[in-house]
């Protein structure tokens, strides 16, 4: 697919104040620093539309991106940023589990795993509340710039193993990216418009 518009739209605090329209809407979600932001620019080849930083804790608010005039991408906070907790309403900041447990539009949920980490178990505590929720979600390994090509088959097996561990019955599509080389673009976005077309 080819990106021929990518706009800002809003940003709010409030998942009830989200764009009305009801077109295919995707979220990008995962700790702090993970990239989700640069993933964005890089798919929309925008470097400047979502702010990025070395720092974690950057995007604090849901911000609505309209891509091709037809769909959102969306770019959420990170979590993960102070300590886990056992409850994840208290983990994960309420306005964002408010946007995922109300946002109808929300086609899937884009989980963004540092592929350099060990599974985390916020991220698997994340999954778990995707899953009881019923959220569909995919996972998208970030940064594997950062590491040779034989570990990142070896960090994709770790974090599926650490998902059989915890019973998942099934686990999701996955894909490795880089924003620093582009990779995974193309996959993504053909993905992207698989699911538009449903
Ligand atoms: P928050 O908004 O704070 O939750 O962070 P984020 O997940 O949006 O991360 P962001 O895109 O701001 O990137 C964080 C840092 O990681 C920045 O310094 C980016 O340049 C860097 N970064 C992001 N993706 C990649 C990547 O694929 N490769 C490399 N080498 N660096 C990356
Ligand atoms: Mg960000």
Same mark, same amino acid.
């Given at each position: 697919?080819?990106?021929?518009?990518?706009?800002?739209?809003?940003?709010?605090?409030?998942?009830?104040?989200?764009?009305?329209?009801?077109?295919?809407?995707?979220?990008?979600?995962?700790?702090?620093?993970?990239?989700?932001?640069?993933?964005?620019?890089?798919?929309?080849?925008?470097?400047?539309? %979502? &702010?990025t $930083?070395? =720092?974690?804790?950057? @995007?604090?608010?849901?911000?609505?991106?309209?891509?091709? !005039?037809?769909?959102?991408?969306?770019?959420?906070?990170?979590?993960?940023? %102070? &300590?886990? $907790?056992? =409850?994840?309403?208290? @983990?994960?900041?309420?306005?964002?589990?408010?946007?995922? !447990?109300t946002?109808?539009?929300?086609?899937?949920?884009?989980?963004?795993?540092?592929?350099?980490?060990?599974?985390?178990?916020?991220?698997?505590?994340?999954?778990?509340?995707?899953?009881?929720?019923?959220?569909?979600?995919?996972?998208?390994?970030?940064?594997?710039?950062?590491?040779?090509v034989?570990?990142v088959?070896?960090?994709?097996?770790?974090?599926?193993?650490?998902?059989?561990?915890?019973?998942?019955?099934?686990?999701?599509?996955?894909?490795?990216?880089?924003?620093?080389?582009?990779?995974?673009?193309?996959?993504?976005?053909?993905?992207?418009?698989?699911?538009?077309?449903?």
């Amino acid at each position: 697919m080819k990106i021929t518009s990518a706009k800002f739209v809003i940003s709010n605090s409030e998942a009830a104040k989200c764009p009305p329209e009801r077109i295919p809407e995707y979220a990008f979600i995962g700790r702090s620093n993970v990239g989700k932001s640069s993933l964005i620019n890089m798919l929309t080849g925008n470097k400047s539309l %979502a &702010k990025t $930083s070395a =720092k974690p804790g950057k @995007t604090q608010l849901i911000n609505h991106f309209k891509i091709n !005039e037809n769909w959102f991408l969306v770019d959420l906070p990170g979590y993960g940023y %102070a &300590k886990v $907790s056992k =409850k994840v309403k208290a @983990t994960f900041q309420k306005f964002i589990t408010d946007y995922f !447990e109300t946002r109808e539009q929300l086609v899937c949920a884009f989980v963004l795993i540092d592929i350099r980490l060990e599974p985390q178990k916020i991220d698997l505590e994340f999954f778990t509340y995707l899953g009881e929720s019923q959220i569909p979600f995919i996972m998208i390994f970030t940064k594997a710039d950062k590491i040779g090509v034989t570990k990142v088959d070896q960090a994709v097996k770790n974090y599926q193993k650490a998902m059989l561990a915890e019973n998942w019955a099934e686990l999701p599509p996955y894909f490795v990216t880089s924003s620093e080389t582009g990779r995974g673009r193309e996959e993504i976005l053909a993905y992207i418009d698989e699911l538009n077309q449903d």
